[in-house]
């Protein structure tokens, strides 16, 4: 990508097409993103929790693996990238309103991208932290 103009219509496009994927399903959204770092936000409803009333594990993995995964590709969108590696810590839980989950590039080079993330409640305490790796695939 040549732009920051580009980049953005790019993401745009890709979001687009994202919501008739498990991204669209959860109800992930786009909240502001460059060739670094990205935001994502969720609003966590019923549906989202566990049968202690608590955000689902698998929703909170799930969206540090769609957030990393879009810091992946908005640093390197002219290739295919898949998560082989995804760590996962749950710190404290977080409940029914919107999540903010924050990801960064750590580290990269030709075939491999590190990329962290967290994932912060409403009042904006912190409820889980995670690390992926993505290879570039031919």
């Known amino acids: ?16 097409a994202a919501e ?12 502001e993103l460059n060739d670094r770092t990205v935001t994502i936000s969720l609003e966590a409803e019923s549906h989202h929790l566990n049968l202690i009333g608590i955000v689902h594990g698998g929703v909170l993995s799930s969206l540090l693996d769609n957030a990393m995964g879009l810091a992946v590709l908005a640093a ?3 290739e295919k990238t898949v998560t082989t590696n995804l760590n996962v810590n749950f710190v404290a839980p977080l409940h029914v309103g919107k999540l903010l989950v924050e990801a960064q590039i750590v580290h990269q080079s ?29």
């Open 1 to 16: 990508m040549t732009n920051n103009e580009d980049r953005l219509a790019y993401m745009s496009r890709m979001a687009e």
């Open 20 to 31: 008739r994927t498990f991204w669209g399903y959860l109800g992930c959204r786009i909240e």
């Open 76 to 78: 390197r969108p002219e």
């Open 110 to 138: 030709r075939k491999m991208i590190t990329v962290s993330g967290r994932i912060l409640g409403g009042e904006g305490n912190l409820g889980t932290i995670g690390t992926g790796t993505f290879r570039v695939i031919d």
